[in-house]
């Protein structure tokens, strides 16, 4: 089984009641899109992974992705006037690659858990479509003429769909391009137009559609209902000056009459947040994942290392919340560049500025710093896990 996620992102989300389409507005400090693309690419029977966004929302997709970058990811696709396009447009672009499955989910739904996608992996096992879904158990009334109510529906075998919906590949892209005039509203009703039987597996009240404004407090409040863990993780560096013109911390390269020893670009300050970043996971070293000995890393910007530890964060369903470094040193001065150095690392780790604190210290003319002779970065990083009982 090869198994292709296709994120439908390209709605406007009118009625969520804001200019920014509702899968970029935040929830719980993150993008809504952020949520959903952290549980498919934190499982590893989940190949690919493609967003289908509106034509001109590049640069919110950007912001929103910032920090995934798992090669699993693709770039994103341009959706289409209306959902069930750009369901066949993301089927399209992943066509004639080997993929025997795919998994189709509204990005509108970030509480997406694991449980609800195992039972659909576990589904296409045995059929050809499956659908997550929940048994009605409200009373349902049939509205007449000024809203009065003509009479009750019977809710017995009555189900609300929700997504992901699973289907085997080449089945749902026939189905798409048989049925690419009918008008429906998801993927499950093209299948019943095209034969593919579709199994109901229980989906979760957790995964829940936001439609309207005051959806987002209510998903907000069910999506911290997961009980997660904090970690925290420590990181020191030091690298000594060689003769050169600049040193390059944090990502910002500052004019210096020295520039620092190192098998990469030597940047203490980022070599030791990857350490705490690693740490916090329990996941060894800078030096167990990017050895030095390695020929391949002689040169090389560290903010591949960091973005390592980052994305091995985001594997594990984790986040970020904090970061705090400290650089050690007499020259060059630090406070001039603080606030560069925060965006930049900001950039690189997907996160807000104010998450992130970058400081400086001397050691009052005491040591290898004292003299000059090189600088030393700590850095301690705290990230929030799913707990694992």
């Known amino acids: 089984m090869k198994t292709a996620a296709i994120i439908v992102a390209a709605g406007k989300g009118v009625r969520a009641g804001s200019p920014t389409p509702k899968q970029y507005q935040s929830i719980a400090g993150r993008p809504v899109l952020a949520w959903s693309l952290e549980r498919f690419l934190a499982r590893d029977d989940i190949d690919t992974v493609l967003c289908v966004i509106a ?12 920090g995934f970058a798992s090669a699993r990811l ?3 696709c341009t959706g289409g006037a209306a959902r069930q396009a750009s369901v066949h447009n993301g089927l399209k672009t992943l066509a004639g690659q080997g993929f025997t499955h795919v998994l189709v989910h509204d990005a509108a739904r970030p509480g997406i858990d694991d449980d609800t996608l195992d039972r659909l992996m576990a589904a296409l096992d045995t059929v050809d479509g499956a659908l997550a ?19 009750t529906v019977d809710r017995t075998g009555l189900w609300a769909a929700q997504t992901p919906q699973a289907f085997a590949f080449d089945r749902l892209l026939a189905a798409h391009e048989k049925f690419a005039e009918r008008e429906v509203t998801d993927d499950a009703a093209l299948a019943e137009l ?6 109901l597996v229980p989906g979760s009240l957790r995964n829940m559609k936001i439609t309207r404004p005051e959806d987002f407090a209510i998903v907000e409040r069910l999506l911290m209902e997961t009980t997660y863990e904090f970690r925290t993780g420590h990181g020191y560096d030091v690298h000594a000056f060689e003769p050169g013109d600049h040193v390059i911390l944090c990502g910002v390269k500052i004019p210096h009459t020295a520039k620092l020893k190192g098998h990469s670009d030597a940047d203490a300050g980022m070599h030791a ?9 329990g996941l060894g070293d800078i030096g167990d994942h990017f050895p030095p000995s390695d020929p391949q890393w002689k040169g090389a910007a560290s903010q591949v290392f960091l973005k390592k530890a980052v994305n091995e964060v985001v594997a594990r369903g984790g986040s970020i919340t904090h970061c705090d470094i400290t650089l050690i040193c007499e020259k060059p001065k630090i406070g001039p560049h603080r606030d560069a150095m925060r965006m930049a690392l900001a950039r690189i ?3 807000a500025p104010d998450r992130i604190s970058v400081k400086a210290t001397t050691t009052e003319r005491l040591g290898f710093t004292g003299r000059e002779e090189g600088l030393a970065a700590m850095a301690t990083a705290t990230v929030r896990l799913p707990e694992r009982l």
């Open 194 to 199: 095209a034969g593919i039987a579709v199994k």
């Open 273 to 281: 947040l990857t350490d705490a970043l690693f740490g916090a996971i």
């Open 74 to 76: 693709r770039s994103p």
């Open 133 to 151: 879904a929940l048994p009605v158990s409200d009373t349902l009334k049939a509205g007449g003429d000024a809203d009065v109510i003509a009479r």
């Open 55 to 66: 034509d001109g929302a590049g640069a919110l997709y950007d912001a929103a992705t910032i």
């Open 349 to 351: 780790m997907g996160l």
